[in-house]
């Protein structure tokens, strides 16, 4: 299985980015996507997550409202839509796969963001 994600970069306060997580290897049907975010001396923590099938979906509250995920089965790709972007958004953000027994990471894409 492998999990590439990328789509970070610089923004000011106030901007947008979208990330994408591009999913190999297997069918991700009884899987849920989620991303993470491990900001500097902190710990990697959950920002949100969606069903592969079904597509419901939860965030953090840190940042509900302004990020939005989803998937496109078709291309089994995951995105993070992240708007109204705040400095303490700054972090590595990571996507992963799970199900019963099984677990999967990316590797992390930055996501900086200037006041």
């Known amino acids: 299985v492998q999990l590439q994600a990328f789509g970070g970069g610089l923004v000011q306060a106030g901007g947008s980015l979208r990330l994408s997580c591009a999913a190999s290897?297997?069918?991700?049907?009884?899987?849920?996507m989620a991303w993470f975010r491990q900001a500097p001396g902190k710990e990697r923590s959950f920002v949100a997550a969606?069903?592969?099938?079904?597509?419901?979906?939860n965030y953090a509250d840190s940042v509900k409202g302004r990020f939005t995920i989803s998937r496109d089965t078709a291309k089994n790709t995951v995105y993070l839509q992240m708007n109204s972007l705040k400095p303490e958004d700054t972090a590595i953000y990571y996507c992963?796969?799970?199900?019963?027994?099984?677990?999967?990471w990316g590797q992390g894409t930055q996501v900086t963001v200037s006041s």
């Open positions: 992963n796969a799970r199900r019963v027994g099984k677990l999967y």
């Open positions: 290897g297997r069918t991700f049907s009884s899987y849920i």
């Open positions: 969606i069903r592969w099938t079904g597509g419901n979906t």
